[in-house]
C-alpha cells in the first residue's frame, strides 16, 4: 500500500466507506492468521524506571507514587496461574529498572522455562547487548519494545535520552532480530505533535522492520506528566490542522491498516482501547484486524501501582476476571482461544 492510500484510509471520516477498509482488514486477519485469538498473560514486574517519558505515567519524573519490584516467587506464582490458565505466552513487563539486573531476570527466565514451558516475551525497556544476549541465552523467545514515533524529532521531544546514550530504538529492534528475538514494536495514536504524515510513516517503518508483534493503542493524557500539560499544548500547536485526534476510530483505522500492511503479523487488541471503550474497544480491534489479547495476570496490589495512564482498563480486577472476560467477549464474536505459542515465526515457517 502507498503512502497515498494509507493517508487517504486514515482521514477517512464516512462511516459507509470505512466499512470497507473494516471488512478487507478482518478477511486479511481471518486468511492470515485464523480465528484464534492467543493470550499472552502480562505480569508488571516493576515499576521503577529511570527513564523521563513524557507521557508516561510511571517514569522517572512521576512523584508521589509507590514504587515496587515483585519477587522472583510472586512472578513464578503467576506464570504458572497463565500455563493453568492454558495461556501460551507470559510478558514480563516493566519500567527501565536497574534493580532488575542481568542475573535476576536470567534465573527468572530459566525457571520460567523449566517450571512452565510457556514462550516468554521482555517488555523491560532499552536494555544493554550483553543483557538482551545473556537473556536469549537463557530462553527468552521475545522481546517487545515500541518505538513510539518515526518521527526523530517527535521522539526527541517526548523521550529524553539516557545521557550519552543515542535515541535510535529502531536501531535496537533489528538489533533485537539479529540476536534471534521474535520483535515486537509499536506506537501511541495521537500523541500531541503526532500529524497525519508522521502516522502514515510509522505504519510503512511498520513493514520495513518486518515485525512479529505490533502493539497500537490510543495516547491516554496523564496529568502526572508533560504530555498531560504544557508540553501537549505546545506541541499540538505545532502540529496544527495535522494534528492526529487520539481517538477509538483513529486507532482502529492504524490497527486495520496495521493489518493491512503486515499480514502475518500478530496484532493485540490493546488494553488502552479497552480503557477509552471499555463496552466495545477490545471487540472492535479483534474484528478490526487484531488476533492477540494481553490479559493482565499482575496481582492487585501492584496492579494499582502500575498506572502508566488514567482509568487503565482492570485496574481493579484479578487475573481470574481478565480471563473469564476475554473468554467471553472472544467467544461472543465467534472466535476462538489460539491453542499454543502464538508465534509468527513458528506459523511463517509452517506455511
Ligand atoms: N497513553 C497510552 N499509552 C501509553 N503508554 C505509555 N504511556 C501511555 C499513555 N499515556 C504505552 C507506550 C508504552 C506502552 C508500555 O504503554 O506506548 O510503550
Ligand atoms: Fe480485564 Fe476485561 S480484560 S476485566
Redesign the pocket.
Known amino acids: 500500500m502507498e503512502r497515498e492510500e494509507i493517508l487517504h484510509w486514515l482521514k477517512e471520516r464516512d462511516e459507509a466507506r470505512l466499512e470497507d477498509l473494516w471488512a478487507r482488514a478482518d478477511a486479511v486477519r481471518a486468511a492470515h492468521v485464523g480465528p484464534e485469538v492467543h493470550f499472552r498473560g502480562l505480569i508488571e514486574i516493576s515499576n521503577h524506571c529511570i527513564r523521563q ?1 513524557q ?3 510511571i517514569s522517572a519524573g512521576a512523584v508521589g507514587i509507590r514504587r515496587y519490584r515483585m519477587s522472583e516467587a510472586e512472578i513464578l506464582a503467576c506464570a504458572e496461574e497463565a500455563k493453568a490458565y492454558g495461556y501460551g505466552t507470559v510478558v514480563l ?1 516493566g519500567g527501565e529498572d536497574p534493580g532488575l539486573t542481568e542475573a535476576f531476570i536470567t534465573e527468572l527466565v530459566v525457571r520460567i522455562k523449566e517450571r512452565t514451558g510457556l514462550a516468554v516475551t521482555l ?1 523491560l525497556g532499552e536494555r544493554e547487548e550483553h543483557e538482551l544476549r545473556a537473556w536469549k541465552a537463557a530462553g527468552a523467545d521475545r522481546y ?3 518505538f ?1 514515533s518515526s518521527d526523530a524529532e517527535l521522539y526527541r521531544r517526548i523521550h529524553p535520552s539516557r545521557p550519552g546514550a543515542l535515541p535510535d530504538r529502531i536501531a535496537l529492534l533489528k538489533r533485537l532480530g539479529d540476536l534471534g528475538y521474535e520483535v515486537g514494536s ?3 495514536v495521537g500523541i500531541p505533535g503526532q500529524t497525519w504524515d508522521i502516522l502514515a510513516r510509522d505504519l510503512e517503518v511498520f513493514r520495513e522492520l518486518d515485525l512479529d508483534m505490533i ?1 497500537i ?6 496529568e502526572r ?1 508533560p ?2 500539560g504544557a508540553l501537549a499544548e505546545e506541541l499540538r500547536l505545532q502540529a496544527g490542522d495535522q494534528q492526529v485526534p ?1 481517538d477509538e476510530l483513529t486507532t482502529l483505522k492504524t490497527v486495520a491498516l496495521a493489518r493491512l500492511i503486515c499480514p502475518e503479523a500478530n496484532l493485540p487488541s ?1 488494553t ?1 482501547l479497552a ?1 477509552i471503550d471499555p463496552e466495545q474497544g477490545r471487540e472492535l480491534g479483534l474484528c478490526r484486524g487484531a488476533n492477540i489479547v494481553m490479559p493482565n495476570m499482575t496481582p492487585p496490589e501492584y496492579r494499582i501501582l502500575y498506572e ?2 488514567p482509568g487503565k482498563a482492570c485496574i481493579q480486577e484479578t487475573a481470574g476476571m481478565c480471563r473469564a472476560c476475554l473468554s467471553g467477549r472472544i467467544h461472543r464474536i465467534g472466535r476462538i482461544p489460539g491453542k499454543g505459542t502464538g508465534s509468527r515465526l513458528a506459523a511463517l515457517k509452517k506455511a
Open positions: 517519558c507521557y508516561c505515567g513487563q517488555s517487545l519494545l515500541r513510539e509499536g506506537i501511541m502493539g493503542g490510543p495516547f491516554i493524557p496523564s506528566t504530555l498531560g487520539n490493546t488502552a480503557t502508566i495512564y
